[in-house]
């Protein structure tokens, strides 16, 4: 089982970026997931998150009105689409799947109560 981010890249404040979720040998239809970036330590911060029909979203007070998180479980991705980035949205994010905690409850959980991570993809917001 593999979760991959993708898509990141350098852009100016102000900028967009649409990040992938694309996972192979599992079917994400099954989970709720979610994307998150670097906190403290070994710990992740929730970003915004989508219940497996994509008929419930939540997003951090910091990411509303600029990021919107989607999926087509045909394709097996799911997406962030990151608008008006500024600088300190720059991190590594992260997608997660869960399969028994809701959204936006999974966005509190710990990181060792996920089903799975994917590979971080970096971000980085240029003054």
């Known amino acids: 089982v593999q979760l991959q981010a993708s898509g990141g890249g350098l852009v100016q404040t102000g900028g967009s970026l649409n990040l992938t979720c694309a996972a192979s040998?599992?079917?994400?239809?099954?989970?709720?997931i979610g994307w998150f970036h670097q906190a403290t330590g070994w710990e992740r911060k929730g970003v915004s998150c989508?219940?497996?029909?994509?008929?419930?979203?939540s997003y951090g007070d910091s990411y509303k009105g600029r990021f919107t998180i989607s999926r087509d479980n045909a394709k097996n991705t799911v997406y962030l689409q990151m608008n008006s980035l500024k600088p300190e949205d720059t991190n590594v994010y992260y997608c997660?799947?869960?399969?028994?905690?809701?959204?936006?409850?999974?966005?509190?959980?710990?990181?060792?109560?996920?089903?799975?991570w994917g590979q971080g993809t970096q971000v980085t917001v240029s003054s």
């Open positions: 989508i219940s497996k029909d994509g008929t419930i979203t």
């Open positions: 997660a799947a869960v399969r028994l905690h809701p959204c936006p409850r999974l966005l509190r959980l710990w990181v060792s109560e996920m089903d799975y």
């Open positions: 040998g599992v079917t994400l239809d099954d989970y709720n």
